[in-house]
């Protein structure tokens, strides 16, 4: 099978950057021929403010790029990642009137949020979910703080939603996990062309050792991540176990000072994916104190792979993905003293936190290894082939 795989790459590399090279790198070890199509945000910076408005809600070049690039290779599948905002939902179309199958993954929410996050003034929000017109997004600036900028955003939504996009130009959508698949269907995208596959670790890379002394945050450095919550709960662990943090972002500073003041907290930077599995394999535990609703967190399953346990907030696609007592522990969002208390209550039963480690090994090995992947990606694929009819 021809596959083309489509995604507009962020300016700062994330977790999603990394799912789409490892789904790539999937299709081709089962001999699958990959054609990439993929652009870059930095060339935003040469654009003016129109023109990526334009391009957003619909660009002609990538429609004209998607369709030049189909009629050349001929794949069965188009599979869309990130399209936000260079490709535009015009690839769907393209992909549509050369009778290729559409798949598109939901990393995030920017089909139903003008931020993606559902998050505002350090809380969940959902007063754009299911409105025509996300209209609270853009009274309050949303996206990057700016009501231009969300306007830009509201105005690709509401196009395409006028259009008729989000229903009938993609053959199968991809929910990361059950929570945000409910979501996606709460916000109006048909419940029958919406599935779920989880993110994979491939190539495994064992367990590790747990023996490292040390809970582990490993993310973005931002206030929906939590970054806060997880300094505070520290101020009360105290000395009882040291915190490495691995991750850069706007709260950078934040960190360092709370690192300068508290001798049990260290910043590591942004790390290698092959150090941060080598700090996840030696850590007692795996820290993910989000106050929005994390979509599926690939940093979860990796620490799963090294059979490290999570300590996560109890808050949407987390109850799901971290089972309390078994795979992690889970604590009220937002709250200081019930993370501290998660912690303490690892640190003082080693034999739980033993079992933990186990079970979420064996969590991996059950629901998210690559071959696993592979066999439900297969079936996404056949589900999104267009009928023969429409390919003559």
């Not at 429609?63 to 069965?76: F, I, M, S, T």
């Not at 399209?83 to 769907?92: D, G, K, N, R, V």
């Not at 997004?137 to 700016?146: E, K, T």
Request: proline share 5%; net charge positive; with cysteine.
């Amino acid at each position: 099978m021809k596959v083309v795989v489509a995604h507009n790459y962020y300016k700062l590399a994330g977790g999603e950057d990394q799912c789409v090279a490892a789904e790539i790198a999937l299709l081709q070890a089962h001999g699958h021929e990959v054609i990439p199509y993929c652009l870059r945000n930095e060339a935003i910076d040469g654009m003016g403010r129109l023109q990526v408005a334009s391009r957003t809600v619909w660009s002609r070049s990538a429609y004209r790029e998607v369709r030049a690039l189909l009629r050349k290779h001929r794949p069965a599948i188009i599979h869309f990642n990130n399209t936000f905002p260079l490709i535009s939902p015009a690839a769907y179309y393209a992909a549509r009137a050369e009778s290729v199958g559409v798949v598109q993954t939901l990393h995030n929410f920017r089909l139903l949020c003008p931020n993606a996050l559902f998050f505002r003034d350090g809380r969940v929000c959902e007063d754009c979910l299911g409105r025509s017109l996300p209209w609270p997004g853009v009274l309050r600036g949303c996206y990057r703080g700016s009501r231009c900028a969300s306007a830009t955003v509201a105005a690709m939504l509401v196009t395409h939603r006028a259009l008729g996009t989000w229903r009938g130009a993609v053959g199968v959508y991809v929910a990361l996990n059950e929570f945000s698949r409910h979501k996606f269907i709460e916000g109006g995208l048909p419940a029958s062309k919406l599935v779920v596959k989880p993110n994979f670790i491939d190539p495994d890379p064992g367990p590790g050792s747990g023996a490292g002394g040390y809970a582990l945050y490993v993310g973005r450095l931002s206030a929906e991540k939590g970054v806060d919550t997880l300094l505070k709960a520290w101020k009360e662990v105290g000395g009882a176990v040291p915190l490495k943090i691995a991750g850069d972002g706007p709260l950078a500073e934040l960190v360092r000072s709370a690192a300068a003041e508290n001798s049990a907290i260290e910043w590591l930077g942004k790390q290698s994916l092959e150090a941060v599995y080598s700090l996840l394999g030696e850590a007692l535990v795996l820290v993910l104190p989000s106050q929005c609703y994390e979509n599926f967190p690939r940093v979860v399953v990796e620490a799963y792979a090294k059979g490290t346990p999570v300590l996560a907030s109890r808050l949407g696609a987390m109850v799901q993905v971290v089972e309390h007592g078994r795979t992690g522990l889970l604590f009220e969002p937002g709250n200081p003293a019930d993370l501290a208390a998660g912690v303490r209550r690892l640190l003082a039963d080693r034999e739980e936190l033993n079992r933990l480690r186990r079970e979420a090994r064996r969590e991996y090995e059950t629901k998210y290894t690559a071959e696993q992947n592979y066999q439900a990606l297969m079936a996404i694929y056949e589900r999104a082939l267009p009928a023969k009819e429409d390919r003559s």
